[in-house]
């Protein structure tokens, strides 16, 4: 037929007449399929090219040869289920997608099988498919605000999911909300599910307000596993805990846990970052706390040495420690005794704690960060608790979220150990050579649920929220990875070849830190909550 047709009218021709086709499917009125055309399947499709780079980090933690079911809820027209089965017909783009559209208006159907014939339609409500129906990744743009609870539907949606939930809806949209809208959707309407990630951006989809403003979207990511609950997940995280300061306890030959803890590392930071080698952190960070420091809350405090040792240095007056596992808080109370009155520590999930307002003169967050999922709320706890001019000190891991390390990192890493670190360096326990590697994403979760969950968010969320007094790259995009786990400790710090090696480590990698090839993984930072801006609508 597309053959005969092109034989008798030009290209052009055909194309107008399938555009008519689409008017005429759309709805017995042809103004429905104008509208169709002019603003519903561009602001569709916009929404999907806000949403498209978030999609993709979900793809990449698949195999590029893997095929995924995907399901769009509520679809329209079908604009973006068209658009997202043609990208991905093949494997070009990452893996190839079985899209399915669900809709409960079926007067749609013929469009969308017309004008996307690898879009299977689906006339039905989520609430009432078979059990046994799931899919990959789920997409649901915009529809969220039209429920009446929203957070029925997302358990109705997380019972079909067996990957990833995306829900794209309006962000803490301002009353009086648009047609047809609900209520308003944020952060919170999320809390207790699974979340892996939270963005919000402004989305050009919307008509921009009468001062020219753009509103914001949140897409919200959510996660199905077993446990799928904060609290769930805030017991196994406890549990992780609790052990490995048990190993720790039980195995004190080990000197080094990281690359951090490693000597010649940290003379390297102090020399580049602190104006000489022999310049501690403790040293730096009192001289930038200054006498400002006061009474601190430490977040994740762990065993409590970090809290010690700012103690012992005069960095802070008074700080308490707040930590999940009660073996950790344990450790942490029994050396507090050292310094007595200055230090205190308690068992609480940081993610829901209480931290009052207006009690601390600095936020302490060591390795803390990125081990937390609800970010945005904890900014908000943080900012609340300190005091007028009041800082937020991190020292954190800002890299990929869940240790998904780019192509171009892993490549510099093996590179440099094939080629620059002899072979007892690299050496395991078991006799085996050590290479860096990307772990999947399901072994990062039964490692520990909290490791790096949303770092990848991390830095954009906190410079979103916060305004930066210091913001110290301090590199181990490579490093971190080359003194991985228990190579850290064959590198003896008074062997002088090993810290020729690290020397030399850590040269190449703030070269392509300054160059803007590699990130920096690991930064310290110093800020001081900002007022969030008015959503305007």
Known sequence: MCRWLLRRASPRDVGLLFEQLQIDLAGND??????????????????????????????SRYQRTDSLRVLDIGPAFGASAGLLSQMHRSDFLGPKLCVDALDIVDSRRRLIEMAHPHVNFIHESIDALPENMSWDVVYCSNAIEHIDDPRQFIRAVLKHTRGYAVFLAPYMEQYPLSLDHRG???????????????????????????????RKQLCAVLRAEPGTSDSDRAVQVAAHWDRWQSQQQSNSNVKMTDWG????????????????????????????VGSSGGHALSLCCGDGAFEKSLIQHDVFRSIEGVDLAAARVEAASASARECPGRLSFRVDDVESADFGAGRFDTVIAKSSLHHLSRLEEIFEAIARCLK?????????????????????????????????????????????????????????IAFDPSEAIRSGDLYALLAERFEFERDVPLGGTLLSLILHGEIVNNFDPSDSEGNAVIRKAFDLEHRLIDQGALGSDFRLIVARPRPRPAIQV
């Open 30 to 59: 042809p103004r429905v399929g104008q509208y169709m055309l002019d603003c519903n399947n561009p602001q569709t499709l916009c929404f999907l090219i806000d949403c498209y780079p978030v999609l993709q980090r979900i793809f």
């Open 184 to 214: 308003q959707i944020s952060e919170e309407t999320f809390a207790g599910f699974a979340v892996d990630s939270f963005h919000t951006f402004d989305s050009a989809a919307w008509p921009a307000t009468a001062a020219g403003v753009l």
């Open 261 to 288: 803890d490693h000597p010649e590392v940290l003379r390297l930071i102090a020399e580049k970052f602190f104006g000489d080698r022999e310049t501690s952190l403790m040293d730096f960070l009192k001289a930038v």
């Open 388 to 444: 007028p001019g009041g800082r937020l000190v991190t020292i954190d891991f800002f890299g990929p979220s869940r240790y998904q390390w780019t192509d171009r990192q892993l490549l510099e890493i093996n590179r440099f150990l094939d080629e620059e670190v002899p072979e007892r360096f690299r050496r395991r326990a078991d006799g085996s050579l050590y290479r860096a590697t990307r772990p999947t994403v399901d072994e990062m």
